[in-house]
Protein backbone atom coordinates (compact mmCIF):
# COMPACT_ATOMS: atom_id res chain seq x y z
CA UNK A 1 0.00 0.00 0.00
CA UNK A 2 1.71 3.14 -1.11
CA UNK A 3 0.84 6.14 0.95
CA UNK A 4 3.13 8.81 0.07
CA UNK A 5 2.61 12.73 -0.28
CA UNK A 6 3.72 15.33 -0.80
CA UNK A 7 5.12 16.78 2.56
CA UNK A 8 3.77 21.02 3.47
CA UNK A 9 6.34 22.52 5.23
CA UNK A 10 5.02 25.27 7.86
CA UNK A 11 6.38 27.71 9.92
CA UNK A 12 5.10 29.09 13.12
CA UNK A 13 5.66 33.11 13.72
CA UNK A 14 5.96 34.73 16.70
CA UNK A 15 2.55 36.08 18.13
CA UNK A 16 1.13 38.92 19.91
CA UNK A 17 -1.26 37.89 22.78
CA UNK A 18 -3.59 35.39 21.59
CA UNK A 19 -6.93 35.94 22.62
CA UNK A 20 -10.43 34.24 22.19
CA UNK A 21 -12.70 31.07 22.78
CA UNK A 22 -12.12 28.27 20.80
CA UNK A 23 -13.58 24.72 20.68
CA UNK A 24 -10.92 21.55 19.85
CA UNK A 25 -12.58 18.73 17.86
CA UNK A 26 -13.95 15.78 19.45
CA UNK A 27 -11.71 13.24 21.68
CA UNK A 28 -9.44 11.04 19.22
CA UNK A 29 -9.74 8.02 21.78
CA UNK A 30 -13.59 8.03 22.17
CA UNK A 31 -14.41 8.82 18.39
CA UNK A 32 -12.70 5.68 16.99
CA UNK A 33 -14.79 3.87 19.81
CA UNK A 34 -17.90 5.24 18.78
CA UNK A 35 -17.38 3.84 15.40
CA UNK A 36 -16.31 0.22 16.58
CA UNK A 37 -19.39 0.12 18.93
CA UNK A 38 -21.40 1.35 16.41
CA UNK A 39 -20.44 -1.99 14.12
CA UNK A 40 -20.21 -4.30 17.10
CA UNK A 41 -24.13 -3.03 17.90
CA UNK A 42 -26.94 -4.52 16.26
CA UNK A 43 -29.25 -1.47 15.38
CA UNK A 44 -28.54 2.38 14.93
CA UNK A 45 -25.60 4.21 16.82
CA UNK A 46 -25.89 7.83 16.72
CA UNK A 47 -21.98 9.62 16.76
CA UNK A 48 -22.07 13.72 18.19
CA UNK A 49 -18.87 15.55 17.90
CA UNK A 50 -17.09 12.73 15.91
CA UNK A 51 -13.49 14.02 15.52
CA UNK A 52 -13.29 13.87 11.79
CA UNK A 53 -9.78 13.15 11.57
CA UNK A 54 -8.19 11.16 9.32
CA UNK A 55 -7.23 8.34 11.93
CA UNK A 56 -11.03 7.96 12.60
CA UNK A 57 -12.21 7.99 9.22
CA UNK A 58 -9.96 4.99 8.92
CA UNK A 59 -11.72 3.17 11.30
CA UNK A 60 -15.36 4.41 9.77
CA UNK A 61 -14.11 2.35 6.42
CA UNK A 62 -12.70 -0.33 8.12
CA UNK A 63 -16.21 -0.77 10.00
CA UNK A 64 -17.61 -0.75 6.67
CA UNK A 65 -15.76 -3.27 5.18
CA UNK A 66 -16.50 -5.32 8.62
CA UNK A 67 -20.27 -4.82 7.69
CA UNK A 68 -21.24 -1.77 9.00
CA UNK A 69 -22.97 0.83 7.11
CA UNK A 70 -21.18 4.23 8.48
CA UNK A 71 -23.06 7.30 7.39
CA UNK A 72 -21.66 11.26 7.83
CA UNK A 73 -25.49 12.72 8.18
CA UNK A 74 -23.69 16.32 9.62
CA UNK A 75 -20.91 18.09 11.06
CA UNK A 76 -19.80 15.90 13.41
CA UNK A 77 -22.79 14.03 13.23
CA UNK A 78 -22.78 10.15 12.33
CA UNK A 79 -24.88 7.21 12.02
CA UNK A 80 -23.85 3.42 12.13
CA UNK A 81 -26.04 0.30 11.63
CA UNK A 82 -24.07 -2.24 13.03
CA UNK A 83 -24.04 -6.00 12.72
CA UNK A 84 -23.63 -6.83 16.04
CA UNK A 85 -21.14 -9.18 18.33
CA UNK A 86 -20.67 -12.60 16.25
CA UNK A 87 -22.26 -11.22 12.49
CA UNK A 88 -19.08 -8.96 11.14
CA UNK A 89 -18.49 -9.79 7.63
CA UNK A 90 -14.92 -11.00 6.78
CA UNK A 91 -13.78 -8.19 4.76
CA UNK A 92 -13.38 -7.65 0.89
CA UNK A 93 -10.22 -5.87 0.87
CA UNK A 94 -7.63 -4.31 3.38
CA UNK A 95 -8.24 -2.70 6.26
CA UNK A 96 -6.13 0.30 5.68
CA UNK A 97 -5.51 2.91 8.97
CA UNK A 98 -2.99 5.35 8.00
CA UNK A 99 -1.34 6.85 10.78
CA UNK A 100 -3.63 5.39 13.31
CA UNK A 101 -2.31 2.97 16.06
CA UNK A 102 -5.46 3.28 18.24
CA UNK A 103 -7.89 2.19 14.81
CA UNK A 104 -5.77 -0.62 13.99
CA UNK A 105 -4.60 -2.02 17.38
CA UNK A 106 -8.29 -1.74 18.95
CA UNK A 107 -9.75 -3.21 15.62
CA UNK A 108 -7.48 -6.13 15.57
CA UNK A 109 -9.26 -7.22 19.05
CA UNK A 110 -12.30 -6.93 17.56
CA UNK A 111 -11.48 -8.91 14.56
CA UNK A 112 -9.48 -11.69 16.49
CA UNK A 113 -12.68 -12.18 18.15
CA UNK A 114 -14.50 -13.18 15.50
CA UNK A 115 -14.42 -16.32 12.95
CA UNK A 116 -12.78 -13.98 9.94
CA UNK A 117 -9.79 -13.57 8.40
CA UNK A 118 -8.53 -9.60 7.95
CA UNK A 119 -5.52 -7.77 6.83
CA UNK A 120 -4.58 -5.13 8.59
CA UNK A 121 -2.25 -2.08 7.09
CA UNK A 122 -1.08 1.44 7.47
CA UNK A 123 1.33 4.25 6.75
CA UNK A 124 5.32 3.82 6.66
CA UNK A 125 4.65 5.38 10.37
CA UNK A 126 2.59 2.76 11.56
CA UNK A 127 4.38 -0.22 9.55
CA UNK A 128 7.12 0.51 12.45
CA UNK A 129 5.01 0.36 15.01
CA UNK A 130 4.99 -2.73 17.91
CA UNK A 131 1.89 -5.34 17.41
CA UNK A 132 3.27 -8.05 19.23
CA UNK A 133 1.64 -6.30 22.53
CA UNK A 134 -1.73 -6.72 21.19
CA UNK A 135 -1.27 -9.93 18.88
CA UNK A 136 0.31 -11.81 22.37
CA UNK A 137 -3.00 -11.97 23.99
CA UNK A 138 -5.21 -12.06 20.91
CA UNK A 139 -3.38 -15.55 19.92
CA UNK A 140 -3.91 -16.53 23.70
CA UNK A 141 -7.25 -16.26 22.75
CA UNK A 142 -6.67 -18.38 19.75
CA UNK A 143 -6.40 -15.95 17.12
CA UNK A 144 -3.74 -16.81 14.25
CA UNK A 145 -1.45 -14.55 12.98
CA UNK A 146 -1.26 -15.85 9.36
CA UNK A 147 1.62 -13.61 7.86
CA UNK A 148 3.51 -10.55 9.67
CA UNK A 149 5.93 -8.51 8.23
CA UNK A 150 9.90 -8.69 10.55
CA UNK A 151 8.67 -8.66 14.22
CA UNK A 152 5.28 -8.87 14.31
CA UNK A 153 4.62 -5.41 12.52
CA UNK A 154 2.15 -4.10 9.64
CA UNK A 155 1.49 -5.67 7.02
CA UNK A 156 -0.17 -8.63 8.69
CA UNK A 157 -3.27 -11.38 8.43
CA UNK A 158 -4.75 -11.91 11.50
CA UNK A 159 -7.52 -14.76 11.54
CA UNK A 160 -9.87 -14.52 14.28
CA UNK A 161 -11.53 -17.14 16.36
CA UNK A 162 -15.07 -17.53 16.25
CA UNK A 163 -15.64 -18.76 19.95
CA UNK A 164 -12.43 -16.90 21.53
CA UNK A 165 -10.89 -18.33 24.84
CA UNK A 166 -12.02 -16.28 28.40
CA UNK A 167 -8.82 -14.93 29.44
CA UNK A 168 -7.26 -13.32 32.58
CA UNK A 169 -4.43 -11.00 31.32
CA UNK A 170 -2.30 -8.79 32.95
CA UNK A 171 -0.86 -6.06 30.67
CA UNK A 172 2.49 -6.31 30.35
CA UNK A 173 3.13 -1.89 29.54
CA UNK A 174 0.40 0.69 30.50
CA UNK A 175 -1.62 0.57 27.46
CA UNK A 176 -5.35 1.31 27.40
CA UNK A 177 -4.87 -0.34 23.60
CA UNK A 178 -3.57 -2.99 24.65
CA UNK A 179 -6.79 -3.40 27.52
CA UNK A 180 -9.15 -1.98 25.26
CA UNK A 181 -7.79 -4.69 21.92
CA UNK A 182 -8.20 -7.43 24.76
CA UNK A 183 -11.83 -6.39 25.90
CA UNK A 184 -13.42 -6.36 22.18
CA UNK A 185 -12.08 -9.39 21.39
CA UNK A 186 -13.75 -10.99 24.90
CA UNK A 187 -17.03 -9.35 24.15
CA UNK A 188 -17.51 -12.43 21.62
CA UNK A 189 -15.97 -15.10 24.04
CA UNK A 190 -18.53 -17.38 25.51
CA UNK A 191 -17.08 -16.66 29.33
CA UNK A 192 -15.32 -14.29 31.15
CA UNK A 193 -12.52 -12.25 30.97
CA UNK A 194 -10.28 -10.48 33.12
CA UNK A 195 -7.70 -7.45 32.32
CA UNK A 196 -5.40 -6.53 34.79
CA UNK A 197 -2.88 -3.01 34.88
CA UNK A 198 -0.71 -1.92 37.05
CA UNK A 199 -1.09 1.63 36.01
CA UNK A 200 -4.53 2.90 35.21
CA UNK A 201 -4.61 4.49 32.09
CA UNK A 202 -7.40 5.62 29.71
CA UNK A 203 -11.01 3.99 30.63
CA UNK A 204 -12.53 5.00 27.73
CA UNK A 205 -13.81 1.42 26.89
CA UNK A 206 -14.90 0.48 30.37
CA UNK A 207 -17.20 3.32 30.32
CA UNK A 208 -18.26 2.45 26.77
CA UNK A 209 -19.15 -0.75 27.63
CA UNK A 210 -21.29 -0.25 30.56
CA UNK A 211 -23.13 2.67 28.51
CA UNK A 212 -23.84 0.14 25.57
CA UNK A 213 -25.04 -2.14 28.13
CA UNK A 214 -22.26 -5.06 28.66
CA UNK A 215 -21.65 -6.69 31.79
CA UNK A 216 -18.45 -5.22 33.18
CA UNK A 217 -16.51 -4.58 36.52
CA UNK A 218 -13.97 -2.05 37.37
CA UNK A 219 -11.99 -1.97 40.87
CA UNK A 220 -8.84 -1.24 42.28
CA UNK A 221 -5.97 -3.47 41.74
CA UNK A 222 -2.39 -2.38 43.79
CA UNK A 223 -1.28 0.88 43.98
CA UNK A 224 -2.50 2.44 40.88
CA UNK A 225 -3.77 -0.28 39.09
CA UNK A 226 -7.45 -1.62 37.90
CA UNK A 227 -8.93 -5.00 37.58
CA UNK A 228 -11.43 -4.74 35.16
CA UNK A 229 -14.06 -8.23 34.48
CA UNK A 230 -15.96 -8.66 31.26
CA UNK A 231 -18.79 -11.29 30.88
CA UNK A 232 -18.98 -12.11 26.96
CA UNK A 233 -21.58 -11.94 24.73
CA UNK A 234 -23.73 -9.21 25.82
CA UNK A 235 -26.38 -8.07 23.45
CA UNK A 236 -25.40 -4.13 23.21
CA UNK A 237 -27.93 -1.62 23.24
CA UNK A 238 -27.86 1.06 20.64
CA UNK A 239 -27.17 4.31 22.81
CA UNK A 240 -26.22 7.83 21.93
CA UNK A 241 -22.47 8.65 21.91
CA UNK A 242 -21.70 12.64 22.34
CA UNK A 243 -17.65 12.84 21.92
CA UNK A 244 -16.30 15.67 24.31
CA UNK A 245 -13.75 17.78 23.13
CA UNK A 246 -10.23 16.34 22.85
CA UNK A 247 -8.20 17.15 25.99
CA UNK A 248 -4.58 16.01 23.58
CA UNK A 249 -6.26 18.71 21.12
CA UNK A 250 -6.58 21.50 23.61
CA UNK A 251 -2.96 20.76 24.92
CA UNK A 252 -1.93 23.03 21.69
CA UNK A 253 -3.34 26.38 21.92
CA UNK A 254 -3.42 25.91 26.05
CA UNK A 255 0.44 25.61 26.40
CA UNK A 256 0.48 28.49 23.33
CA UNK A 257 -1.59 30.84 25.43
CA UNK A 258 0.55 29.82 28.43
CA UNK A 259 3.66 31.00 26.76
CA UNK A 260 2.95 33.91 24.85
CA UNK A 261 2.67 36.92 26.78
CA UNK A 262 -0.49 38.91 27.06
CA UNK A 263 -2.42 35.98 26.12
CA UNK A 264 -5.80 35.55 27.37
CA UNK A 265 -8.06 32.10 25.82
CA UNK A 266 -11.04 30.07 26.72
CA UNK A 267 -10.80 26.43 25.42
CA UNK A 268 -14.75 25.44 26.10
CA UNK A 269 -15.74 22.01 27.11
CA UNK A 270 -12.63 19.67 27.13
CA UNK A 271 -12.88 16.70 29.12
CA UNK A 272 -11.36 16.19 32.38
CA UNK A 273 -11.26 12.76 32.91
CA UNK A 274 -8.51 12.36 35.87
CA UNK A 275 -7.06 9.58 33.22
CA UNK A 276 -6.27 12.03 30.77
CA UNK A 277 -5.63 15.55 33.14
CA UNK A 278 -1.58 14.45 33.51
CA UNK A 279 -0.90 18.05 31.82
CA UNK A 280 -2.54 20.26 33.15
CA UNK A 281 -1.89 18.95 36.57
CA UNK A 282 1.61 19.45 35.77
CA UNK A 283 1.39 22.90 34.07
CA UNK A 284 -0.42 23.96 37.04
CA UNK A 285 2.59 22.78 39.32
CA UNK A 286 4.80 24.66 36.46
CA UNK A 287 2.64 27.80 37.82
CA UNK A 288 0.41 27.97 35.00
CA UNK A 289 -3.08 30.14 35.16
CA UNK A 290 -5.77 27.85 34.69
CA UNK A 291 -8.94 28.33 35.55
CA UNK A 292 -12.05 25.72 35.89
CA UNK A 293 -15.15 27.17 34.74
CA UNK A 294 -18.70 25.78 33.94
CA UNK A 295 -17.93 22.02 34.64
CA UNK A 296 -20.30 19.80 33.84
CA UNK A 297 -20.83 16.13 31.98
CA UNK A 298 -21.27 15.37 28.16
CA UNK A 299 -21.70 11.91 27.33
CA UNK A 300 -20.82 10.92 30.52
CA UNK A 301 -17.80 12.41 30.50
CA UNK A 302 -16.54 15.34 32.98
CA UNK A 303 -15.90 18.51 30.73
CA UNK A 304 -14.75 22.00 31.34
CA UNK A 305 -13.95 25.15 30.06
CA UNK A 306 -10.26 26.03 30.71
CA UNK A 307 -9.53 29.61 30.79
CA UNK A 308 -5.75 30.20 30.38
CA UNK A 309 -3.61 33.59 30.67
CA UNK A 310 0.01 34.07 29.86
CA UNK A 311 2.22 32.89 32.73
CA UNK A 312 6.04 32.44 33.72
CA UNK A 313 6.69 28.97 33.94
CA UNK A 314 9.06 27.34 36.79
CA UNK A 315 10.71 23.69 35.90
CA UNK A 316 9.66 20.63 37.78
CA UNK A 317 10.22 17.36 38.56
CA UNK A 318 7.52 14.80 36.71
CA UNK A 319 7.15 11.53 38.59
CA UNK A 320 6.74 8.22 36.05
CA UNK A 321 3.51 7.18 37.62
CA UNK A 322 2.16 10.14 36.11
CA UNK A 323 2.99 9.50 32.74
CA UNK A 324 -0.32 7.04 31.40
CA UNK A 325 -2.14 10.04 32.53
CA UNK A 326 -0.33 12.76 30.35
CA UNK A 327 1.46 10.14 27.56
CA UNK A 328 0.64 11.95 23.80
CA UNK A 329 1.58 15.69 26.28
CA UNK A 330 4.94 15.24 26.12
CA UNK A 331 5.88 16.71 23.14
CA UNK A 332 4.08 19.86 24.36
CA UNK A 333 5.06 20.17 27.68
CA UNK A 334 8.56 19.70 26.93
CA UNK A 335 7.77 23.33 24.70
CA UNK A 336 6.35 24.65 27.70
CA UNK A 337 9.29 23.52 29.47
CA UNK A 338 12.05 25.10 27.37
CA UNK A 339 10.06 28.88 28.24
CA UNK A 340 10.07 28.11 32.14
CA UNK A 341 12.60 28.87 34.52
CA UNK A 342 14.95 26.40 35.57
CA UNK A 343 14.79 22.48 34.52
CA UNK A 344 12.30 19.51 34.09
CA UNK A 345 12.32 16.62 34.58
CA UNK A 346 9.97 14.30 32.27
CA UNK A 347 10.25 10.62 34.13
CA UNK A 348 9.66 7.49 32.46
CA UNK A 349 8.90 7.81 28.60
CA UNK A 350 9.93 4.54 27.57
CA UNK A 351 6.78 4.38 25.89
CA UNK A 352 7.27 7.78 23.58
CA UNK A 353 9.75 5.63 22.01
CA UNK A 354 6.78 3.57 20.12
CA UNK A 355 4.07 6.63 19.37
CA UNK A 356 3.75 7.77 16.03
CA UNK A 357 7.57 8.52 15.97
CA UNK A 358 10.20 7.94 18.05
CA UNK A 359 8.94 10.90 20.29
CA UNK A 360 11.75 11.09 23.04
CA UNK A 361 14.04 11.36 19.92
CA UNK A 362 11.82 13.33 17.68
CA UNK A 363 11.44 15.84 20.48
CA UNK A 364 15.20 16.12 21.58
CA UNK A 365 16.13 16.96 18.25
CA UNK A 366 13.51 19.53 17.75
CA UNK A 367 14.72 21.13 21.24
CA UNK A 368 18.24 21.01 19.90
CA UNK A 369 17.51 22.74 16.86
CA UNK A 370 15.97 25.86 18.65
CA UNK A 371 18.74 26.30 20.93
CA UNK A 372 17.00 24.94 23.84
CA UNK A 373 19.40 22.56 26.03
CA UNK A 374 18.35 19.36 26.76
CA UNK A 375 19.58 15.83 28.02
CA UNK A 376 17.61 12.21 27.09
CA UNK A 377 18.96 10.46 30.41
CA UNK A 378 18.04 6.79 30.14
CA UNK A 379 13.83 7.11 30.23
CA UNK A 380 13.59 10.22 31.53
CA UNK A 381 13.69 13.95 28.87
CA UNK A 382 15.21 16.78 30.81
CA UNK A 383 14.81 20.63 29.32
CA UNK A 384 16.33 23.24 30.78
CA UNK A 385 14.19 26.41 30.25
CA UNK A 386 14.12 30.32 29.36
CA UNK A 387 14.46 32.54 26.32
CA UNK A 388 14.26 30.14 23.49
CA UNK A 389 16.00 31.12 20.53
CA UNK A 390 13.99 29.36 17.51
CA UNK A 391 14.89 29.48 14.07
CA UNK A 392 15.12 25.30 13.60
CA UNK A 393 13.24 23.57 11.15
CA UNK A 394 12.24 19.93 13.17
CA UNK A 395 12.07 16.77 11.44
CA UNK A 396 8.19 15.35 11.93
CA UNK A 397 9.01 11.79 10.99
CA UNK A 398 4.84 11.65 9.99
CA UNK A 399 3.95 12.61 13.60
CA UNK A 400 1.24 14.66 14.05
CA UNK A 401 1.92 16.24 17.66
CA UNK A 402 5.43 16.36 16.95
CA UNK A 403 4.63 18.73 14.16
CA UNK A 404 2.08 20.71 16.54
CA UNK A 405 3.92 21.50 19.06
CA UNK A 406 6.99 23.01 17.68
CA UNK A 407 4.63 25.08 16.15
CA UNK A 408 3.66 26.40 19.24
CA UNK A 409 7.02 26.88 19.93
CA UNK A 410 7.57 29.13 17.19
CA UNK A 411 4.38 31.30 18.50
CA UNK A 412 7.01 32.02 21.22
CA UNK A 413 10.69 31.98 20.21
CA UNK A 414 13.02 34.96 19.29
CA UNK A 415 12.57 33.38 15.76
CA UNK A 416 10.29 31.61 13.74
CA UNK A 417 10.14 27.54 14.18
CA UNK A 418 9.52 25.63 10.92
CA UNK A 419 8.32 21.57 10.51
CA UNK A 420 9.24 19.81 7.40
CA UNK A 421 5.39 18.76 6.99
CA UNK A 422 2.30 19.74 8.68
CA UNK A 423 0.26 17.13 6.89
CA UNK A 424 -0.03 14.48 9.65
CA UNK A 425 -1.71 17.41 11.53
CA UNK A 426 -4.91 16.13 9.83
CA UNK A 427 -5.17 12.91 11.17
CA UNK A 428 -6.17 13.93 14.49
CA UNK A 429 -6.72 17.91 14.54
CA UNK A 430 -7.81 19.00 11.08
CA UNK A 431 -8.23 22.40 12.32
CA UNK A 432 -5.79 23.03 13.67
CA UNK A 433 -4.28 26.31 11.94
CA UNK A 434 -7.31 28.03 11.38
CA UNK A 435 -8.10 27.56 15.10
CA UNK A 436 -4.74 28.56 16.27
CA UNK A 437 -5.55 31.96 13.47
CA UNK A 438 -8.74 32.85 15.07
CA UNK A 439 -6.94 33.22 17.98
CA UNK A 440 -4.00 35.51 16.85
CA UNK A 441 -1.88 32.99 15.63
CA UNK A 442 0.43 32.72 11.97
CA UNK A 443 1.16 29.42 11.34
CA UNK A 444 1.74 29.80 7.61
CA UNK A 445 3.06 27.54 4.83
CA UNK A 446 7.16 28.13 4.23
C1 LIG B 1 -4.91 5.57 23.12
C2 LIG B 1 -3.98 5.06 23.98
C3 LIG B 1 -2.59 5.54 24.04
C4 LIG B 1 -2.42 6.89 23.33
C5 LIG B 1 -3.14 6.91 22.01
C6 LIG B 1 -4.62 6.68 22.21
C7 LIG B 1 -6.27 4.98 23.12
O1 LIG B 1 -1.74 4.60 23.42
O2 LIG B 1 -1.07 7.16 23.13
O3 LIG B 1 -2.97 8.16 21.37
O4 LIG B 1 -7.18 5.59 22.53
O5 LIG B 1 -6.46 3.90 23.70
P1 LIG B 1 -1.16 3.31 24.22
O6 LIG B 1 -2.26 2.38 24.50
O7 LIG B 1 -0.14 2.71 23.28
O8 LIG B 1 -0.52 3.88 25.44
Redesign the pocket.
Known amino acids: MSHSHNPAPLIGHRAAGLKGRVRVPGD??IS?RALIFGLLTRGTTEIEGLLEGEDVLATGRACTLLGAKVERVGTGAWRVAGTGIGSLLPPKGVLDFGNA??GSRLMMGVVAGHGITATFDGDASLRKRPMRRVLDPLVKMGAEVVEQAEGGRLPLKLAGASDPIPVSYETPV?????K?AVLFAALNSPGTTTVIEKEA??D?TEKMLAHFGADIKVEPHGQHGRKITLKGRPELHPNKVIVPADPSSAAFPLVAALIVPGSDIVIEGVMDNPLRTGLVTTLLEMGANIEFTNRRTEGGESVTDLRVTASDLRGVDVPADRAPSM??EFPVLAVAASFAKGTTRMRGLS?LRV?ESDRLAAVHAGLIANGVDAQIEGDDLIVHGGAVRGGGEVATHLDHRIAMSFLVMGLASQSPVGVDDGTMIATSFPTFVPLMAALGAEILPS
Open positions: KSHGTASAQVSTRHIDEK
